[in-house]
């Protein structure tokens, strides 16, 4: 992306780009739609309007699965997927390693035909489509891509937004949302046949007009998303808690601690539930679907305040960018969780020296111990960290920080220091930025897309050593000095919080800057680490093995698709370790993988 579009995209939350199909490309896609034009269904009229005068029209046409379409007919849009004028832009606005979330759609308009009242502008904020502008660098957890194949002027209806929304920290007024007073911030963007529109689907405030032409109105909808981000997907089974996870780690939980372990995904269909506490504070399997508002006055807009957090809790959490919460767990509960950890010692993996402190001196020494399987322990030696799984504590407060419907992304981990373990170099504070765990604030509320929640079953006191943090490095725009990050020369600014045995830490993972330093304490060091996620984020778990396009898409629809397609094919995961290859183009305008 040149300077210009740059500067556009930042400041409105759209681009278009002209002239990208040849007159023939446009024709050859137009053939396919006439080949399944008695396929488009006509929806429900009012379905998008809501209720709306200056919407209403007749149902909105749709056609899904074009990419599965016989040949030659499924070929315009396999090549739409990875055009270079996609690629090279989403490699900016997404990030490299973006992919296809859903799509794409037909909408085929005809006069008449209903308009979509407007939504975005984070009403409700969700990370995977959240807009955020770091270190000079903008990026956009969800941008849809739409190819115009026909015509579309001023007044004619179709794709409409309000330009700069996606900075906007008030509510959208009702009257802009169904149009009915749009107070004249309302833009219909003119565009001809084979031109290519992008704007942040969620970020940016957008709907459409009722079709006013005599023309057809033909657009072709790719939903694309961060490496790291989920917006739909393509079954419900991928995100079952005995699919996601595998069924020897579910089994025996309890409804309560199932809902935690569903897989990543917004468009679930009622599937997933959150939860929520009673008036004793007993965690409850709450009637709200994850991830969507109970009706249109909750629909984010900051006109309902979130409980669960007070206001000393929730000034300190936006301040610093982690919480202690002290006593969490009884005396009985930390001695059950000890035995645990005590009764499988012989399982404790340690690691390589000086592996984590990467060459600093500050942070030396021997390799980290550690244990994984926590939940998979034999009775009843899981039920202790089970019960850490979505215990009150927990569920009030990620209700808040992480939103309804949180999950569980990977962990519980055991990190088991002795006395001369080494310590792990600083991260985070977006360095490189991932909206997966980026931090943001609107509408007086704050959202976080990756928190830790660190269980501690041993005193930690000051000098010990164990987590170090950077408070309030979550909302730097600066990046980490390499003295910081290595501990050497740490300016001052590091700070190691004190806990006793029974508190339950909470920190920003990826947007505030932290880390260990080494172990000095006598006392063995042990902190259970769960790493939730909103429901719309992936970090890393279990993903690895159902990303691959034939898994999360299906074999019908990757099949006979170039590498390149494919690499835009795979499922959600952040931590892939280079198994998930990007997209690049090279000098003569060809796009080709990169690893």
């Given at each position: 992306?040149?300077?210009?579009?740059l500067?556009?995209?930042?400041?409105?939350?759209?681009?278009i780009?002209?002239?990208?199909?040849?007159?023939?490309?446009?024709?050859?896609?137009?053939?396919?739609?006439?080949y399944?034009?008695?396929?488009?269904?006509?929806?429900?009229?009012?379905?998008?309007?809501?209720?709306?005068?200056?919407?209403?029209?007749?149902?909105?046409l749709?056609?899904?699965?074009?990419?599965?379409?016989?040949?030659?007919?499924?070929?315009?849009?396999r090549?739409?997927?990875?055009?270079p004028?996609?690629?090279?832009?989403?490699?900016?606005?997404?990030?490299k390693?973006?992919?296809?979330?859903?799509?794409?759609?037909?909408?085929?308009?005809v006069?008449?035909?209903?308009?979509?009242?407007l939504?975005?502008?984070?009403?409700?904020?969700?990370?995977?489509?959240a807009?955020h502008?770091?270190n000079?660098?903008?990026?956009?957890?969800?941008v849809t891509?739409t190819w115009?194949?026909t015509?579309?002027?001023?007044?004619?209806?179709?794709?409409?937004?309000?330009?700069?929304s996606?900075?906007?920290?008030?509510?959208?007024?009702?009257?802009?949302?169904?149009?009915d007073?749009?107070?004249?911030v309302?833009?219909q963007p003119?565009?001809?046949?084979?031109?290519?529109?992008?704007?942040?689907?969620?970020?940016?405030?957008h709907?459409?007009?009722?079709?006013?032409?005599?023309?057809p109105?033909?657009s072709?909808?790719?939903?694309?998303a961060?490496?790291?981000?989920?917006?739909?997907?393509?079954?419900?089974d991928?995100?079952?808690?005995?699919?996601?996870?595998?069924?020897?780690?579910?089994?025996?939980?309890?409804?309560e601690?199932?809902?935690?372990?569903f897989?990543?995904g917004?468009?679930?269909?009622?599937?997933v539930?959150?939860?929520?506490?009673?008036?004793r504070?007993?965690?409850?399997?709450?009637?709200l679907?994850?991830?969507f508002?109970?009706?249109?006055?909750?629909?984010?807009r900051?006109?309902?305040?979130?409980?669960?957090m007070d206001e000393?809790?929730?000034?300190?959490?936006?301040?610093t960018?982690?919480?202690?919460?002290?006593?969490?767990?009884?005396?009985?509960?930390?001695?059950?969780?000890?035995?645990?950890?005590?009764d499988?010692?012989?399982?404790?993996?340690?690691?390589?020296?000086?592996?984590?402190a990467r060459?600093?001196?500050?942070?030396?020494g021997?390799?980290?111990?550690?244990?994984?399987?926590?939940?998979?322990?034999?009775?009843?030696?899981?039920?202790?960290?089970r019960?850490?799984?979505?215990?009150?504590?927990?569920?009030s407060?990620?209700n808040?920080m992480?939103?309804?419907?949180?999950?569980?992304?990977?962990g519980?981990?055991?990190?088991a220091?002795?006395?001369?373990?080494?310590?792990?170099t600083l991260h985070?504070?977006?360095?490189?930025?991932?909206?997966?765990?980026?931090?943001?604030h609107?509408?007086?509320?704050?959202?976080?897309?990756?928190?830790?929640?660190?269980?501690?079953?041993?005193?930690?006191?000051?000098?010990d050593?164990?987590?170090?943090?950077v408070?309030g490095?979550?909302k730097s725009?600066r990046?980490?000095?390499?003295?910081?990050?290595?501990?050497?020369e740490?300016?001052?600014?590091?700070?190691?919080?004190a806990m006793k045995?029974?508190?339950?830490?909470?920190?920003?993972?990826g947007?505030?800057t932290?880390?260990?330093h080494?172990w000095r304490s006598?006392r063995p060091?042990?902190?259970?680490?769960?790493?939730?996620?909103?429901?719309?984020s992936?970090?890393?778990?279990p993903?690895?093995d159902?990303?691959p396009p034939?898994?999360w898409?299906g074999e019908e629809?990757?099949?006979?698709?170039?590498?390149?397609?494919?690499?835009?094919?795979?499922g959600?995961?952040s931590?892939?370790?280079g198994?998930?290859?990007?997209?690049?183009?090279?000098?003569?305008?060809?796009?080709?993988?990169?690893?």
């Amino acid at each position: 992306m040149d300077e210009r579009e740059l500067y556009f995209w930042d400041l409105t939350g759209h681009l278009i780009v002209r002239d990208v199909l040849t007159p023939d490309e446009v024709a050859a896609a137009n053939e396919a739609i006439d080949y399944c034009q008695s396929k488009i269904p006509e929806r429900e009229a009012g379905l998008g309007a809501k209720g709306s005068r200056a919407l209403a029209g007749t149902g909105r046409l749709e056609v899904h699965g074009l990419m599965e379409l016989p040949r030659p007919f499924c070929e315009p849009f396999r090549k739409m997927l990875t055009h270079p004028a996609v690629v090279s832009r989403l490699n900016v606005m997404c990030g490299k390693g973006f992919r296809l979330d859903h799509g794409p759609l037909l909408i085929a308009g005809v006069k008449g035909t209903e308009g979509l009242t407007l939504h975005g502008a984070g009403e409700p904020h969700r990370s995977h489509v959240a807009y955020h502008h770091q270190n000079g660098v903008p990026y956009c957890g969800g941008v849809t891509v739409t190819w115009q194949l026909t015509d579309v002027n001023e007044g004619d209806g179709g794709f409409v937004c309000v330009p700069g929304s996606h900075k906007s920290s008030r509510a959208m007024p009702d009257g802009v949302r169904t149009c009915d007073e749009d107070m004249g911030v309302v833009t219909q963007p003119a565009m001809k046949a084979g031109d290519v529109l992008f704007f942040m689907d969620g970020a940016q405030t957008h709907g459409t007009h009722p079709w006013r032409s005599e023309r057809p109105r033909r657009s072709i909808l790719f939903k694309y998303a961060a490496r790291s981000c989920v917006r739909g997907v393509p079954t419900q089974d991928l995100f079952l808690p005995q699919v996601w996870w595998g069924e020897e780690t579910v089994e025996g939980m309890t409804e309560e601690q199932r809902a935690v372990m569903f897989g990543p995904g917004i468009h679930h269909g009622g599937a997933v539930k959150a939860l929520a506490l009673d008036e004793r504070g007993t965690v409850q399997v709450d009637g709200l679907q994850a991830g969507f508002p109970r009706d249109a006055q909750e629909a984010g807009r900051g006109r309902k305040k979130r409980t669960g957090m007070d206001e000393r809790e929730l000034y300190f959490w936006d301040l610093t960018g982690h919480l202690i919460v002290r006593n969490v767990l009884t005396p009985e509960d930390i001695a059950a969780a000890n035995r645990a950890i005590d009764d499988h010692s012989g399982q404790i993996q340690v690691g390589e020296d000086n592996r984590g402190a990467r060459g600093s001196s500050a942070l030396r020494g021997t390799g980290r111990p550690t244990l994984h399987g926590l939940l998979e322990l034999p009775r009843p030696f899981c039920e202790p960290f089970r019960k850490m799984l979505a215990h009150p504590a927990v569920v009030s407060r990620l209700n808040v920080m992480c939103g309804k419907g949180f999950r569980l992304d990977h962990g519980p981990l055991l990190i088991a220091g002795v006395k001369g373990t080494e310590g792990l170099t600083l991260h985070g504070a977006g360095e490189p930025h991932r909206s997966h765990v980026a931090y943001h604030h609107q509408n007086g509320v704050p959202y976080c897309g990756g928190v830790t929640v660190t269980w501690q079953l041993t005193d930690v006191n000051e000098g010990d050593g164990g987590f170090v943090c950077v408070p309030g490095s979550h909302k730097s725009s600066r990046a980490m000095p390499d003295g910081v990050r290595t501990c050497d020369e740490d300016m001052g600014v590091v700070t190691q919080p004190a806990m006793k045995a029974g508190d339950v830490l909470f920190f920003m993972d990826g947007a505030q800057t932290h880390g260990t330093h080494p172990w000095r304490s006598e006392r063995p060091r042990r902190s259970i680490l769960f790493k939730y996620a909103a429901r719309d984020s992936v970090r890393g778990g279990p993903a690895k093995d159902l990303s691959p396009p034939e898994v999360w898409w299906g074999e019908e629809t990757v099949d006979g698709m170039t590498e390149e397609q494919r690499a835009v094919m795979f499922g959600p995961y952040s931590n892939h370790y280079g198994a998930v290859p990007a997209l690049g183009v090279d000098e003569d305008g060809t796009v080709q993988v990169e690893r």
